[in-house]
C-alpha cells in the first residue's frame, strides 16, 4: 500500500487527453516538489516532470504538471500509441525523511 | 553525456548479502545526490537510499537496519549492501543520480541490473 495513490490504470483513445492523479498529505505532496515519471517496458524510468509543473529538455509540452494542495496531476495531450507505459509519482516525505512513490498507473492508448 | 551503469551478481542465496556497485561516467560525482531505487517483478518503484560527496546518507526506513552506501570518488563508484535478503528483495535495482535538495528528482538512472535471491 503506497502512501501516494494514484489509480492503476487509465485508458485512453489516440489524439486525446488523460490525467493521472496522485494524492498525498501535508508531510509529502502538501510540502514538497512532485516529480513524475515514464516507464517504457522493460526500460528504466525517465524524469517526465520535476518541481511539479517544470519538464526537462526533450519532454515534449504534451506532458504537463500541477499541484494544488495534497495532490498532483500529470497530465497528457494529444495521445499517441507510444505513450503507453506506466507512470509514477514521486515526493518526499518530511515525516519518513524518505523519498516516496506512488504506486503507479498503466496507461493504455486504445 | 552522463552514464551510470551497475554491476554485481544476478543471484544471491537467501540470508545472504547483496552487493551492488554502480559506475558513473560523464558529468561530475561530486556535487550530486547518488541513489539506489529497486523494483520487484511487476511491481512498483521503491527508493532504497541515497549518498552524497560528503559520504553523508539517507535510507528507506523500512530497510535502513539491512542497507549501506558508500561511494569512492576516485572511482567514479558507488555502492549498495543488503544483507540478510529474503526472496522480497528480488526485483531491478537502478541506480540513479538526483539533485542535490531536490531529493526526488531523479534525471539519470542506469539500465538496472536484476538480482534474484534463490537457494
Known amino acids: 500500500q503506497s502512501i501516494l495513490t494514484q489509480p492503476p490504470s487509465v485508458s485512453a483513445a489516440p489524439g486525446q487527453r488523460v490525467t493521472i492523479s496522485c494524492s498525498g498529505s501535508?508531510?509529502?505532496?502538501?510540502?514538497?516538489?512532485v516529480s513524475w515519471y515514464q516507464q517504457l517496458p522493460r526500460t528504466a524510468p525517465k524524469l517526465l516532470i520535476y518541481?511539479?509543473?517544470k519538464r526537462p529538455s526533450g519532454i515534449p509540452d504534451r506532458f504537463s504538471g500541477s499541484k494544488s494542495g495534497t495532490s498532483a496531476t500529470l497530465g497528457i495531450t494529444g495521445l499517441q500509441t507510444g505513450d503507453g507505459a506506466g507512470y509514477y509519482c514521486a515526493t518526499w516525505d518530511n515525516s519518513l525523511s524518505s523519498v516516496i512513490f506512488g504506486g503507479g498507473t498503466n496507461l493504455t492508448v486504445l | 553525456q552522463v552514464q551510470l551503469q551497475e554491476s554485481g551478481p544476478g543471484l544471491v542465496k537467501p540470508s545472504e548479502t547483496l552487493s551492488l556497485t554502480c559506475t558513473v561516467s560523464g558529468g561530475s560525482i561530486s556535487i550530486y545526490l547518488w541513489n539506489w531505487i529497486r523494483q520487484p517483478p511487476g511491481k512498483g518503484l521503491e527508493w532504497i537510499g541515497s549518498i552524497d560527496n560528503s559520504g553523508s546518507t539517507n535510507y528507506n526506513p523500512s530497510l535502513k537496519s539491512r542497507v549501506t552506501m558508500s561511494l569512492d570518488t576516485s572511482k567514479r563508484q558507488f555502492s549498495l549492501r543488503l544483507n540478510s535478503v529474503t526472496t522480497a528483495d528480488t526485483a531491478m535495482y537502478y541506480c540513479?543520480?538526483?539533485?542535490?535538495?531536490?531529493?526526488?528528482?531523479?534525471?539519470?538512472w542506469g539500465q538496472g541490473i536484476l538480482v534474484t535471491v534463490s537457494s
Open positions: 518541481d511539479s509543473n
Open positions: 501535508y508531510s509529502n505532496i502538501g510540502n514538497n516538489y
Open positions: 540513479v543520480r538526483a539533485i542535490p535538495h531536490f531529493e526526488s528528482r531523479f534525471d539519470y
